[in-house]
């Protein structure tokens, strides 16, 4: 019997981020598509960045996952377009990053807070950091630096 | 009327494309552990990682165009210097940091317009990548323009040493302006801009940016060019390609 989409899309919300273990692949909105063909199961990813490094090791993820929930046929399409936004972060996503301690994207284009005390006296140190979805912050009333999930 | 087939011009265009990124992007990656401060050197291997993502998607659809079942890596590691299509900018030597940080605005103005007009091209593949790439330039150009603004407008020192990254580099830039028979076959297809088209608006931002960063640009419009046709490259393309194929023409096929 064919495991339904809703059932799969709950299995690969299980499966961790690479870079960022706290979201799933589904807080990120890199899914973008789960269907059976026939009796093969497409799942259509879309990749963050271009050169995002985590990007084969997401596919191997999300292969072993459903692979230990009895899939057999699997079809992982790769999707360019429309590119990745920062909007398809759910909410769920958004608040788990913060509570990480990684300030979730803004359309005003910087963080709303600081991840660690709230405190809103905010300063760039980098446009980028150490993945690169993230910029480097820091937080001038706790004077705690924290990376900043980019808006793109 | 029979369509014209425009592939082998398309397949010149990827590389074009392609070459541009894959080379720049190792010249860049170079940086990675050299940097003056931890945070500029994230940020250049960053921008490396993102060009180096381009040029997987470039050369990917150029093997896929030709045909003849090449991938992005064959592509990138099997062919020798004179097969090489990036313009002479992103071959040359990466200086000290205003010099790198110089490369790279030039390149990143032209390649922000680039990508722009590449969005609404009638291939949508191209289309794709381009829509994808853009974003991510957007933000290269933003600290590539605001680092020359800071460098030009800074010391002494350092407006010294970006208005003599301006004076070495600024005769490269026209070659990214070129058109040929290639350029005209994309034109007329509506897969690609003429480049010619593109150099207003990037005299403009040029204009605005050197301004802000108190640097003269040089009147002289001549320009080196023969690395996008595949004329000539520097003598610097060798050396980039012995350390960045070393491993492929050593051990060939090897994977991990
Ligand atoms: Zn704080």
């Known amino acids: ?152 | 009327m029979a369509t014209k087939d425009h592939s082998a011009d398309l397949f010149e265009f990827l590389l074009r494309m392609g070459d541009n990124t894959l080379i720049l992007g190792h010249r860049v990656s170079e940086w990675c552990g050299h940097a003056p401060v931890l945070e500029e050197d994230i940020a250049l291997a960053n921008t490396a990682l993102d060009l180096i993502g381009q040029t997987q998607l470039w050369l990917g659809l150029a093997g896929e165009v030709e045909g003849q079942g090449r991938s992005a890596d064959d592509l990138a590691f099997l062919r020798d210097a004179w097969d090489f299509r990036n313009v002479l900018l992103v071959e040359l030597p990466n200086g000290d940091f205003g010099q790198t940080l110089m490369r790279q605005f030039l390149f990143d103005a032209w390649q922000e317009l680039m990508l722009d007009a590449l969005k609404g091209s009638s291939d949508a593949r191209v289309a794709e990548i381009a829509a994808k790439a853009a974003k991510e330039v957007a933000y290269h150009v933003e600290r590539s323009g605001d680092t020359v603004i800071g460098l030009g407008d800074g010391t002494e020192e350092s407006h010294a040493r970006m208005q003599a990254a301006l004076d070495y580099l600024y005769p490269y830039v026209g070659e990214m302006f070129e058109s040929d028979a290639v350029d005209a076959a994309m034109a007329q297809a509506g897969i690609a801009p003429d480049p010619a088209s593109l150099r207003d608006a990037y005299d403009a931002k040029l204009a605005a940016v050197m301004g802000e960063a108190t640097l003269s640009t040089p009147d002289d419009r001549f320009t080196h060019n023969g690395g996008r046709t595949g004329r000539m490259h520097t003598e610097h393309l060798g050396h980039i390609l012995t350390s960045m194929q070393w491993l492929q023409r050593a051990y060939p096929g090897a994977s991990w």
Request: aromatic share 8%; hydrophobic share 30%; charged share 25%.
């Open chain 1, 1 to 152: 019997m064919q495991a339904p989409v809703e059932q799969i899309w709950n299995w690969l919300d299980q499966v961790p981020d690479p870079e960022i273990p706290v979201i799933s692949l589904v807080d990120l909105g890199i899914i973008r598509g789960v269907e059976w063909r026939g009796d093969t199961l497409r799942v259509t990813v879309t990749p963050t960045y271009s050169g995002c490094p985590a990007t084969s090791v997401i596919n191997f993820e999300i292969e072993k996952a459903l692979r230990a929930h009895g899939i057999e046929k699997l079809d992982l399409e790769r999707q360019l377009s429309p590119p990745w936004t920062t909007d398809w972060l759910t909410e769920t996503g958004r608040d788990k990053l913060e509570k990480y301690g990684i300030a979730p994207p803004q359309p005003a284009g910087g963080p709303e807070r600081c991840p660690h005390c709230g405190g809103s006296q905010l300063e760039r140190i980098s446009q980028f950091g150490s993945t690169p979805c993230k910029a480097q912050w820091r937080c001038k009333d706790c004077l705690e630096p924290f990376d900043y999930f980019k808006c793109i």
